[in-house]
């Protein structure tokens, strides 16, 4: 049986490694993108193989629309040489920023970077990967529980989580004739380095979140990657166009 191959944007480091992780625990082969730390990226490359994966990691910048043509041809000579390939089967747009800033005091350029990478970049990443994904995959876009309530300083980024959660209910119904599923996957608060790590580093912030919370926690990376992995299973294949939010019950 041929394995399954997922590209993962931002899979060096945070969420986007776990999640890879968590796939090649399922026996799942690894495409991930990294945008400057090279060695850090194939640390991680090594780490999947050990796992008993095939795994590969390709420089992208996913804030650089004009790039994505030249990814595709790097991408499918890859499948080709590496994993004999024509298609991969999953798509994770995972890489991103944060930024928290007050709404009066958020800049043009900061919307418009946020805009790149949040937005634009998996508008037409996904877009020019449409040919090297193949008919019955699956997409899993990520939000964040800011698209459902709101904190103050989160407006610009909120707002790009939630047109993409806008855009993957149009990719389902523009993409279901291919077979492929589409979903978006909104995580609550993650101890990890996003945003400068303030979940993780600071207590108050953590106890605020914790006190908030159904679960009585803070989320763990694992309960994401763990989370998208599932999301991926044979199993779940009558879903799609649909949000899931895994926050452990923020603010419900």
């Known amino acids: 049986m041929t394995r399954k191959i997922a590209l993962i944007t931002g899979a060096s480091r945070g969420l986007g490694r776990n999640t890879a992780e968590h796939l090649a625990e399922r026996g799942v082969d690894v495409i991930g993108t990294y945008l400057s730390k090279a060695e850090e990226a194939q640390s991680v490359a090594r780490h999947l193989q050990a796992a008993g994966v095939r795994a590969e990691m390709l420089k992208l910048d996913v804030s650089d629309s004009s790039s994505f ?32 800033v007050p709404f009066a005091e958020t800049t043009e350029a900061q919307f418009d970077q946020l805009m790149n990478i949040q937005l634009k970049g998996p508008f037409f990443l996904t877009q020019q990967m449409l040919p090297l994904l193949a008919d019955g995959g699956r997409i899993v876009n990520i939000s964040s529980g800011l698209a459902r309530f709101a904190l103050p300083g989160y407006a610009a980024y909120a707002a790009m989580k939630g047109a993409m959660e806008v855009l993957t209910r149009y990719q389902a119904k523009e993409l279901g004739a291919r077979g492929i599923r589409v979903n ?69």
């Open 184 to 252: 978006i996957l909104a995580p609550g608060a993650i101890e990890t380095d996003f945003g400068g790590g303030v979940v993780r580093d600071n207590r108050q912030v953590n106890d605020y979140i914790a006190s908030n919370t159904a679960l009585g926690r803070v989320g763990l990376p694992d309960d994401i990657g763990a989370a998208i992995a599932l999301l991926l299973e044979d199993g779940n294949g009558w879903i799609t166009g649909q949000r899931l939010e895994v926050s452990g019950g923020m603010f419900l």
């Open 69 to 100: 043509a030249d990814f595709a041809q790097r991408l499918g000579q890859t499948l080709q040489q590496q994993f004999g390939r024509e298609h991969f089967d999953f798509l994770v747009n995972n890489a991103g920023i944060g930024l928290n």
